[in-house]
């Protein structure tokens, strides 16, 4: 089992920035394959960024230079750093995480993942 905890939401300006945090615990070698999902209202839940070990990162084309995943395995903790944030990446923002091999090229964005956090508010104002 893996539990995820996510953190460091809250509401910035447009133009900003905000990294939100995911701590891992629990059997962290459960967690090879995680990703961060957002939820805006009436959208569906769409993949924003995976990091699928040895480096490798996916990003979908509406993030992709404004924003950043990492992982720290000492602290077991994932990040999303958010930069130049827009009105549109108003949402609810999850981490996911699965021990099985969640693909290749974009298709970790889209993975079924085993395990979700409970989810924090990112606002973009204006």
């Known amino acids: 089992q893996v539990q995820l905890a996510e953190s460091g939401g809250g509401s910035v300006q447009a133009g900003g920035s905000l990294r939100v945090s995911c701590a891992i615990s629990?059997?962290?070698?459960?967690?090879?394959?995680m990703g961060w999902f957002r939820q805006a209202p009436d959208k569906e839940r769409e993949g924003v960024a995976a990091?699928?070990?040895?480096?490798?990162?996916t990003y979908a084309d509406s993030v992709k230079g404004r924003f950043t995943i990492s992982r720290d395995s000492a602290k077991n903790t994932l990040y999303l750093q958010m930069n130049s944030l827009k009105p549109d990446d108003t949402a609810m923002y999850y981490c996911?995480?699965?021990?099985?091999?969640?693909?290749?090229?974009?298709?970790?964005?889209?993975?079924?993942?085993?395990?979700w956090g409970q989810g924090t508010q990112v606002t973009v104002s204006s």
């Open positions: 990091w699928i070990g040895g480096g490798r990162t």
């Open positions: 996911a995480a699965d021990w099985r091999w969640c693909g290749s090229g974009t298709a970790p964005l889209r993975w079924k993942y085993a395990y």
């Open positions: 629990g059997n962290t070698y459960g967690a090879g394959c």
